[in-house]
Structures are given as C-alpha cells and as structure tokens.
C-alpha cells in the first residue's frame, strides 16, 4: 500500500491507496507554523490499525518552499555571478550579496578569461562578515564548461556550509534563468533541510523505514533524500498534486480544464488527452523567470475561505484568509458561508453564517439569500474568466505538454473536472453557467494526495557535443567523454539515456517505471571558410512522466 499527503493552506489530505482503489483518507488541520507535526498527525491517522510493513512508499506535496518565498522567509544567501564579453550580470541581480566577478567561457566552453582567485577570496571575506552560510555561483556558459563554476566552488569550500553551482541546477542554456533558479535553490535549501530532518526522524522513531517521496512542479516523483539538493523543484508542488489527481480520471482524446478549490486557492491547470500542459523554459517566482520546470498553472487568491466585505460600494471576494468560514467558527464571512446560507454544505452553522452575511446583504439592501447566490455566482463567474484567460495564454505560444512540443495545437477544452472540498457545489453552478461539461473528480475531497500518491519519479538530462573538439559533455550529471569526428545523434540520444537511466535511480525510481523520451535531438555543422568543422549535437531526454507501474487502472468510486 502507498499513502499520499498534500499539505494545503487551510487542511492537509492524507490517503491510503492499495491496486484495488482507495482504502482510507483522513483531513487534518495544517498549522503553517508547524508542518511538521501537520504532516506526523495525518501520517498517525491514516496508519491507524495498519502495520507499518504494508506501506510501502509515501509521497509528500509540501507548500513549505512556496510559502517560505512568498512570505520573503527564505535564507540570506551570497550569489558570486561571472558573465564575460557583452553581458553585464548586475542586470540579473537577485539580492543584496551578489557580486559579478571577471572570467568568462565562450559558447563552444572555451576559455577567454580565467578566474581571479585574490578577486574571489575578497567576495568570500565580504560574505562571511555578512554572515552568509550558503552560496550560488554561476557562470554563463557553464553548461558548456563547468570548470570556472567548480574553480570558484573549490575556492569557497572550506569557508562556507553549503555552495550551489549553477551547471548542476540544469543543463539548459539560460544564463539569467540559471542565475535565479541557483539562488532559489540556495535560498530554499535551509527550510527544506529541516523538513526534511524533522519528517525523517519521526518516521524513524516510529519504525517506518518507508521509500519517502516529494512531488515536484513538473508532475513527477524525486526521493525525500534527493531533494535536499533540488529544493526549487518544490515550489508549487500543492498545484502539481491536483492536475495529477485529476489526471487520473481525465478521459482520453480531450481537451480538459482541470480546477481544484481549496480553501485559500484555487489552482487551473489544463490537460491534452490526459497530459498536463507545461510551462516549457520554467516557472516565474516573485518576478524572476527560472529554470524550474513545472506544469502550467495557475493560483487566483478565491477558495471556500476567502474573505468577503464591501469595498467602496463593491462585492470583494478573497485574497485574503482570514480563518475559516463563520460556519465553522471562523471570525468573519467567506463563500463557504455564502453556500452554509444557501442550504448546500451540511453540518455547518448556518446561524452563523446568516450572521456573517447579513452586514453585506445591508450594504446592499438585499436579502441575505440573494445575497449569498450573488457571492457564489461572482465566485463562478471570476474562475470561468480565469479559465478562458489561461486557455488563451496557452494558446497563443506554442503549445507544450509534458511529453513534447505540439507545434500549431489550438487547446480547446468542452470539459472542466472538479476536485476539492467544495467541488459539487462549485461543479454545479460552474456547468449551470457555461457551455462546459462540467464533472467531479472521483474521492474529490482528496484527489490531489492520489495524484501525488500515484506520480512517478522523474528527470531530465541534457547533453551536448562538439565533434570539432571532440567531446560531449553533460556538466550537470558531472559527464564529459572523448568523441571522434562521427559521432552523431543516435550515439548522443544513447549516451544520454545511459545518464538519464542512472540518475533516476539514483533519486528513487523504480526500474518499471523507467520509460525514456527524446524531448530534443538537435545536430548542425560548423562551418569555417568553404570547409565543415565539426557537428553541434544536443540532446535532452527524460524519463516519461505518468502513474507509477500498477496502478494505471485504479478505480475510485465517485464520491467515496
């Protein structure tokens, strides 16, 4: 058995998933403040009466690295940037302990400048008299050749605790993307490491010597271990966990919105015959586009307990959360009071909720019943104009999806599938108001800790040759051989797949679930005078992101 656990803004789900379907779910509380034990209460509950031999894999969807960036709680770090001819790195600037430094490689990963080792150790003085313990370094063509990346790192060693260096974060060419990612990445490190220690020696105590996984952007697994050193690509896991949860139970040969309410949020995401839609160079975080490769996503501050007043004569439906609905005795009115009024949500303190609305229905001069239906209509309304708006945004680039590049593809989605506490509720007014299908998610109170529950673990490698310096070289994966004059694409596409195969195992996944793809295969040749040089090759392969092997035909009863 496999369990999942989504960690949201206002509940954290938990399940209990065997090859036949969903055994048990539980919803607890989360505490922002302590997800660590948010996390070990809903593992206590969901393993009640279940022996710990029988679980065999747990997979986490943690807000901790989102919300440590969006609440500017991330760690001091130093950022040491070398650039070169034409391109200024203080354009890129990312914090206050960022220095540009001289030494720069060429495009084809020749050297032009070397690395000034008394200019280096003064930016490490400065920064440890700035109390800085971590540290990115990043390089322009790094990715091309790492060796001024790990000159500066070996130099920065002895004095600081952690140094991340930009040609490990990806292999992708992006200078400014790489330098954000390598800050974020640094940035989150701390926070990530102390979840991490906190979750593990808990489970440890207990005896649960269990595989632990955490969800990433991009829809796939990595294992808990391997993600100390990849914590940027937990940002937006929460989001990750819905489109895979709706994925599930998408239908195949459609277009189809997926929306998942949440207390706090609510996250669109849209899928292609059961494929999620990918943000292809990366997500932006707090205006800095990176590398971070993640699903197309996106969050509207609306879900069951945002906040509602009256502002300057208008209705005002969240961002903010301000705690939980009147109704469940929450200190002001949300749109989960709004449908407490209209007789939709069961077991809840209507009286409660008629005395949070009543205020707005004055403002009005409205019944508090009408009143309630124009919250909740207005609510629809802003996530069907947020549905039509990404589905243009997607289509007017070129469309990519986890699996490849659908060059022309128009999206155009007939079906929207619901997941989240309110979903029924939502569904019905959202089908009532649009020329959508609109569905529930099956088990939707908790489709998205299925989604993670069920992700398979993922990555990427690139890799890139120059035949006329006769090597290939894949700095991320620490990868550089000798080639000779012919070697070609077919040759690349093995050489990476024999680097893609081992670093998924060497972050958790199973040997079933090794599926490879060729997400990009590019070869040119150089040219000097009338006379060819040598062959450009790059190559990017990843491991096909999906269910994990077993469990591609679980059934889940509609509403269990």
């Known amino acids: 058995?496999?369990?999942?656990?989504?960690?949201?803004?206002?509940?954290?789900?938990?399940?209990?998933?065997?090859?036949?379907?969903?055994?048990?779910?539980?919803?607890?509380?989360?505490?922002?403040?302590?997800?660590?034990?948010?996390?070990?209460?809903?593992?206590?509950?969901?393993?009640?009466?279940?022996?710990?031999?029988?679980?065999?894999?747990?997979?986490l969807s943690t807000t901790l690295t989102t919300n440590a960036i969006a609440q500017k709680k991330m760690t001091r770090v130093g950022m040491i940037v070398s650039g070169g001819p034409g391109i200024d790195p203080e354009n890129y600037r990312t914090n206050g302990n960022y220095y540009t430094v001289s030494g720069s490689i060429d495009h084809r990963g020749r050297e032009i400048q070397p690395v000034n080792p008394v200019e280096i150790q003064g930016v490490v003085e400065r920064l440890m008299d700035a109390g800085i313990r971590h540290v990115g370094v990043v390089g322009k063509f790094s990715t091309r050749n790492p060796d001024h990346e790990t000159t500066i790192?070996?130099?920065l060693e002895d004095s600081f605790e952690k140094i991340f260096l930009g040609h490990q974060v990806s292999g992708n060419l992006n200078f400014p993307r790489r330098i954000a990612t390598t800050f974020f990445k640094a940035a989150a490190y701390s926070a990530h490491k102390a979840f991490f220690e906190s979750v593990k020696k808990s489970?440890?105590?207990?005896?649960?010597?269990?595989?632990?996984?955490?969800?990433?952007?991009?829809?796939?697994?990595?294992?808990?271990?391997?993600?100390?050193?990849?914590?940027?690509?937990?940002?937006?896991?929460?989001?990750?966990?819905?489109?895979?949860?709706?994925?599930?139970?998408?239908?195949?040969?459609?277009?189809?919105?997926?929306?998942?309410?949440?207390?706090?949020t609510t996250d669109i995401a849209v899928l292609i015959n059961r494929?999620?839609?990918?943000?292809p160079l990366g997500i932006e975080i707090s205006g800095y586009k990176t590398l971070i490769r993640a699903l197309k996503t996106r969050s509207i501050g609306l879900g069951g307990d945002s906040a509602v007043k009256v502002n300057d004569g208008k209705l005002e439906i969240g961002p903010e959360?301000?705690?939980?609905?009147?109704a469940f005795g929450g200190p002001s009115p949300t749109s989960t009071d709004a449908l407490s009024v209209l007789g939709l949500i069961q077991n809840s303190d209507r009286e409660k909720a008629v005395q949070g609305i009543t205020p707005i229905a004055e403002?009005?001069?409205?019944?508090?019943?009408?009143?309630?239906?124009?919250?909740?209509?207005?609510?629809?309304?802003?996530?069907?104009?947020?549905?039509?708006?990404?589905?243009?945004n997607i289509n007017s680039k070129p469309v990519y999806t986890v699996h490849e590049l659908m060059e022309g593809y128009?999206?155009?989605?007939?079906?929207?599938?619901?997941?989240?506490?309110?979903?029924?509720?939502?569904?019905?007014?959202?089908?009532?108001?649009?020329?959508?299908?609109?569905?529930?998610?099956?088990a939707w109170h908790v489709a998205n800790a299925i989604g993670a529950a069920l992700a398979r673990t993922t990555c990427e490698v690139s890799l890139f040759a120059d035949t006329g310096k006769g090597l290939a070289?894949?700095?991320?994966?620490?990868?550089?051989?000798?080639?000779?004059?012919?070697?070609?694409?077919?040759?690349?596409?093995?050489?990476?797949g024999d680097l893609l195969n081992k670093k998924a195992l060497q972050i958790g996944a199973s040997a079933e679930d090794f599926e490879m793809e060729v997400v990009e295969h590019i070869q040119f040749n150089m040219v000097r005078g009338f006379s060819t040089t040598g062959k450009n090759i790059r190559v990017k392969v990843q491991v096909k992101p999906g269910i994990i092997h077993g469990y591609g035909s679980i059934s889940i009863k509609q509403g269990k």
């Open 1 to 59: 058995m496999i369990i999942g656990l989504d960690v949201g803004g206002t509940h954290t789900d938990v399940v209990l998933l065997d090859k036949k379907g969903l055994v048990k779910d539980v919803k607890v509380p989360t505490d922002p403040s302590d997800l660590f034990n948010t996390v070990l209460t809903g593992l206590e509950k969901i393993t009640e009466d279940i022996h710990h031999r029988e679980i065999t894999r747990v997979v």
């Open 410 to 442: 128009q999206v155009k989605p007939e079906k929207i599938l619901v997941l989240g506490g309110p979903a029924p509720y939502f569904a019905k007014r959202l089908d009532e108001m649009s020329d959508f299908r609109v569905d529930v998610v099956p």
């Open 275 to 279: 494929v999620p839609v990918l943000e």
């Open 153 to 155: 790192g070996s130099i």
């Open 321 to 326: 959360r301000l705690g939980p609905a009147m």
């Open 203 to 264: 489970l440890d105590k207990k005896g649960f010597e269990i595989p632990i996984y955490i969800l990433k952007a991009d829809g796939g697994t990595i294992s808990f271990e391997a993600s100390i050193d990849y914590p940027g690509q937990t940002i937006l896991s929460g989001p990750a966990a819905s489109v895979m949860g709706a994925t599930v139970f998408a239908p195949e040969n459609e277009d189809v919105v997926v929306i998942d309410i949440g207390g706090t």
């Open 363 to 392: 403002a009005f001069g409205e019944s508090v019943e009408k009143t309630a239906s124009m919250i909740f209509d207005d609510s629809c309304r802003e996530i069907l104009n947020q549905v039509q708006d990404i589905v243009a």
């Open 473 to 496: 070289v894949s700095p991320e994966e620490k990868f550089s051989n000798k080639v000779n004059r012919n070697y070609n694409k077919t040759e690349a596409v093995k050489d990476a």
